[in-house]
Structure formats: C-alpha cells, structure tokens
C-alpha cells in the first residue's frame, strides 16, 4: 500500500473511530443495541431513548460544529495568509458572543428566534473594526492579531460585566459559552444543517479563488480576477460559518485555529487540499475532544466541550509555535521619540489627585452626582477600595515597565504575556480544593502561578529574542487555559462559582482594610527594589552585553527584576483579582508622554496606573447606582478602548 493511499485513508478511519468512541461513551446500551437502533428498531427504555435523542444528536453537533470550525479557519487563513487567524483569534467568535449575550438580555424573544443573525451582526462588527485596526497591509502580519486579541479582551470584558449585573443567567450563559455540545433532541441539528448546506455551491469555486490570491492583488488581476469583492464574498462566508458555530453551540476555541495549521503538518500544501481536509480534521478533533469531555463528566462533574478544547488547543499551539508552523508574523517594535513638557509631571498628578478624590468624594445619589465628605460609617467601607486601587495601578505599573524594558517589548505586559492568567489559574486550582478566595494564604498560590509562566515564557521564547507576535500567541495561549479552568468551576454553578466571577473582575468592594495594607506595603515594596535596580535595569533595556561590560551580573539582576513582576502579580491577583491592561496602558502611555530614563518611566506609569484605578474605583461605585461594578472590568474597558486607539492611531499614522 503506497504512502499517499495510507495517509488518504488514515483521515476517515480515525474518524470513524473516533465516533464509535463517541458513541460508546455518550450512551449505557451495547453495540449491538446501538447498530439495530440505527436500522429501525423500536426504542423501548429510556436507554434507547436517550441513544437517539441524546447520544446520536451530540454526535452529530461534535462532527458538524468541528468541520465548520475547520473550513471557517482555513477560509480565514488562507483568505490572509496569515496562520495564526481563526474565529477565536479574529475576534469573530468574542463579538458574536457578545452580541448574542447583549440581544438576549434586551430582545430575549428576537435572540432566541434569529440566532444565526444575533451572531452575525456581532461577528461581522468585530470582524470589521479588527481588519480596520489592522489596515490592508497588516493582514499577514502581526497587527491584525493584536486587533483581534485587544477585541476579544475588550468584549470579554464587556460580557463579564453584564453577567455580573444579571447574576440569574450566569450559571446557564457561562455553560452556553463554555462550548456546550449536551443535546436532548434533534432541534439544534436541524437548524443548524439548512443555514450551513445552502452556502456550499460558493465552496466550489473556493480553490481557484484561494489559489489566484497567494499570487497577490497584482497576480490576481492579471488573471482576470478583481480581488476585493471576492475577498469580501468568501470573508462572509467564513464570519457566516463562525456565526452559525457560535449561535449553536457556544465558544469552542483552537479547532479553527489548529485545523488548517495541521493540515499544512500533514502535506496539504493547495489551497483546495488544505480547505478539504481541514473540515475532517475539525471534526475529529472535536469529536475526540467531546468524548473526552463526556468521559471527565462521567464523575458527576459537567466538563463543557469548549472548555475541553481549549485545555488540548492551548498546548497544541504552543508547540505549532516552537515548530515555526505560526508563520511569521514578527514586526519590528514601534517607538514615538517624544520629549516631555514640562506640563507633563504636574497634570499627571493633577490627574491622580481628581481621580483619587472622585474615588474618597463622589457619589451618586436621587439628586445626581455629587461630592461630599463620607460618614464615618461609609468612610470605613470605602478607605480599602480606594488604597487597594491606588496600590495595584501603582504596582502593575511597575510590572509593565520592567517587563516592557526588560524583555525590551512594547507588548510585553502581565496580562498580555499570561503571567497573571498563570496566578488567577494558580488561585482557581487552590478554590476548588478548598481554600478561600481573597484570603492571604492564596499568594503563594499566585507567586508560584506567576514565576511558572514567567520561567516558560522565558524558556519558550529566548531564542526568539522575545519576538511581539510569539510573546503574544503564547500569551493568547495561557489565557485560554486559564479562561477553561474558569469555566470548569462556573459551570458547576453554586457559591463558590460566582464568588469566583467576582472576584475574576477584579472586586477592590471585596478588600478588607487589612488585606488592603498588606497590598499597599507590598507594591510599595516593589517600588523600592525596582528603584534600587534602576542602574540595572536601564542597562539590561540596552542590550545583554552593553550589562555585562558594564559589570553587571545580568542573571542576578534579571532573577531579582522578574521576582518583582512575580510579587506583584501575585499581591494583586490574590487579593483583588486579575485587572488587565494597566500593566500595558501605564507604562506605554509614559513613553509617549516622554518618558526615557527609568526612574521617570516608574513615576509616569505610576501616577498613570494609580491614576486609572482610582477613576475605575469613582466610576465602579457611581455609574448605576446601587450596583457596583467591579473595578477590574472598567480598567478592562478603558485600557482596551485605549489599547483600540493606540492600534487605530498606528495603523492611520502609517497609512
């Protein structure tokens, strides 16, 4: 039997397989049972019942949701050339989540009715304003990920958000978005089969198109072809598949993005072979990722699918990107050579004492927005929110410049590099075997968290020398295997569940007075070691061996600068919850203002962080009164609308 035949049939036989499996695991008759089902029998217990209505149906969804998953992906990469794109990363699946989330909460009729259009319209606005952020020529490249990853920061911030204000739907949306293939009839196949079949007759032209465009706008032309309304017929398509996936099944992340980068593994080199075996491949990754996630469940524990997925992908992308398989998508970093004003200083102060004293004075009361003194009574509720917010801004602050200057990245955060998916992971581990949420013993927790990721980015990308685009996909990774922990716990619903969602958005109303003094001491306490270690670190931000010629012990100084970003991580994570963007935000928006020398990089992040969380901590309390919103999703809105702009300003800068 000749090599290729062997590879041809390996595909399907594993297919089949992998739904025998399925099926043996999705229901309590035997084989045979199962076969005469198939062929007529009459169901008799409700063991045959459950076979047709439950086992069959899911089956199905696992090996539909995965080939659509499948072709969307290949659809997307091969649409941009760029093979790190997929619903997941595109920010196509975030926005139709969202949309579907915001329409059911308003519409709840018209979501349930038009789900396929709900998911549309989000999908296509993320899709829209991502290739915007990214601009014609940042398609292969790395802007267009980080668009995607700034959108779906930003609307899982969003979301979280409006699930906190609506605690009744959150156990139900959360197993909804977690990826949920359960099925207890056969409505969910039959209305997902008509909206995925009638665009199949455009899938036959897809080959010549796919192939024409790896010739270029110019190549293309020259054979007849005008490039721009077929690119945006076939771009449609793939947001319609990723839309329909979404509406009928929740989030399944990684599938669209492994599915066509294993398919290139494996040989498929024309765009006609990698969009047929894409498809297959979905489906059984799916499919075998399902059984996977019914055998976890069998302990009376509900493993969604999606969740599943993600535990599997994450890994699985981390070693496309060792192997190279990620494409390069590495740009060279941007800088904005600015001196600073000598106004610069004394309006980022200003700027801290009005958000410091909106967060001690403003309320929000019948009359409207006011400022007076708190009561004595309230004051005492209020003065560990307002030191908690000024400590972490203070401290992320920190961990965002030394990073930023350490690993000499302009990207290069705690949030987006992971480190603080690798404490809240650390933590979630620690709440599911026991321990309290927010209590003090849970900083080792985060340390060890913090300091594991920090010493696997490290190892995973040195010799890269820490480029963007793989110090961000790797970070993308990390937070979905965190995001999947998360909703392993919030699907099983109860107490712990959603005090865990709380405190995932970042609660400073949750601090007690004293846990807010030990957050204080301890970012102060960076501060100062990292004020020590200016000499130090201003030389590691030139180069290795300008450090080493200098007579710096550059492994010392590195250890002892990465255990600072480890503490704070960890200080803030534990006690407040994960808060994004503030490492990224404070810290590059210092550079802009001017910001060269280290010692002022630290005073302008500072004021800069400090500042945004005591505004985020006036707002969270004042914005729809009596509900508080937690302070960890305002600073995500806002440094991701910011971090929205800073793309949208470089993209039309170099327009």
Aim: hydrophobic share 55%; net charge positive; proline share 5%.
């Amino acid at each position: 039997m000749s090599c290729s035949l062997t590879r041809a049939l390996f595909l399907p036989c594993a297919l089949i397989l992998a739904a025998l499996l399925h099926l043996w695991l999705g229901s309590e008759i035997s084989a045979s049972q199962q076969i005469d089902l198939l062929f007529g029998a009459t169901a008799e217990t409700p063991q045959d019942f459950q076979f047709l209505q439950s086992a069959l149906p899911r089956l199905c969804m696992a090996l539909i949701i995965g080939a659509t998953l499948g072709l969307a992906g290949s659809l997307l990469q091969q649409l941009t050339q760029n093979r790190l794109l997929s619903p997941m990363t595109l920010g196509t699946s975030s926005g139709a989540w969202l949309s579907l989330l915001v329409l059911t909460l308003l519409v709840p009729q018209f979501a349930s009715e038009h789900r396929d259009l709900a998911a549309l319209i989000g999908a296509g606005a993320a899709t829209v304003i991502v290739f915007l952020l990214a601009g014609r020529l940042g398609f292969s490249g790395l802007p267009i990920v980080l668009s995607g990853m700034a959108i779906n920061l930003l609307f899982a911030a969003i979301a979280a958000a409006l699930i906190l204000l609506n605690d009744q739907y959150a156990q139900p949306l959360f197993v909804w978005s977690s990826g949920d293939l359960a099925q207890v009839s056969w409505d969910k196949v039959i209305w997902l089969l008509p909206r995925l079949l009638w665009p199949l007759p455009l899938l036959f032209l897809a080959p010549r198109v796919l192939t024409l465009l790896r010739l270029g706008e110019q190549g293309a032309r020259a054979r007849g072809m005008n490039l721009l309304p077929i690119f945006a017929l076939f771009l449609l398509l793939a947001l319609w598949y990723s839309a329909v996936a979404v509406a009928a099944a929740g989030i399944v992340g990684f599938i669209g993005l492994l599915t066509p980068n294993l398919a290139r593994i494996a040989g498929m080199r024309r765009a006609g072979s990698e969009l047929a075996m894409s498809p297959l491949l979905g489906a059984l990754l799916l499919t075998a990722t399902d059984s996977l996630a019914m055998f976890a469940s069998q302990g009376g524990i509900l493993v969604p699918s999606g969740a599943t997925a993600a535990l599997i992908g994450a890994p699985m992308l981390v070693w496309l990107l060792r192997k190279g398989e990620g494409g390069q998508i590495e740009e060279k970093p941007w800088s904005i050579q600015r001196e600073p004003s000598r106004f610069t200083l004394p309006l980022l102060i200003l700027f801290g004492l009005v958000s410091g004293a909106g967060a001690i004075f403003l309320d929000h009361l019948q009359d409207g927005w006011m400022l007076a003194v708190p009561e004595p009574i309230i004051w005492q509720l209020r003065w560990p929110g307002v030191l908690t917010a000024l400590s972490a801004g203070t401290g992320l602050a920190v961990a965002g410049v030394i990073l930023q200057r350490l690993i000499r990245n302009p990207l290069a955060s705690p949030d987006i590099l992971g480190i603080s998916a690798g404490a809240t992971l650390a933590i979630i581990i620690g709440a599911v075997s026991g321990q309290v949420i927010n209590s003090p013993g849970m900083i080792f927790n985060a340390l060890a968290g913090s300091l594991g990721v920090l010493a696997l980015l490290l190892l995973l990308n040195a010799r890269q020398q820490f480029s963007p685009g793989r110090l961000a996909m790797i970070g993308i990774s990390l937070a979905a295997l965190m995001e999947a922990c998360l909703q392993l716990v919030m699907t099983q619903g109860g107490d712990r569940a959603f005090a865990l969602l709380s405190w995932m958005q970042g609660a400073t109303y949750l601090v007690t007075g004293d846990k807010a003094l030990m957050l204080f001491i301890g970012c102060m306490f960076c501060l100062g070691i990292t004020l020590f270690g200016e000499r130090a670190l201003t030389l590691l931000s030139i180069s290795e061996t300008v450090a080493r010629g200098r007579g710096l012990a550059t492994g010392a100084a590195r250890t002892v600068l990465l255990a600072v970003v480890g503490l704070v991580c960890a200080l803030v994570t534990a006690l407040v919850g994960p808060i994004a963007f503030i490492g990224l935000l404070a810290p590059h928006l210092a550079s802009l203002l001017g910001a060269r020398g280290v010692r002022q990089h630290l005073l302008y992040a500072a004021l800069i962080g400090s500042g945004v969380m005591l505004l985020s901590e006036a707002l969270s309390r004042t914005l729809i009164p009596p509900s508080t919103l937690p302070v960890g999703s305002l600073t995500s809105i806002i440094g991701g609308s910011y971090f929205v702009y800073l793309l949208s300003r470089r993209r039309f800068a170099s327009a």
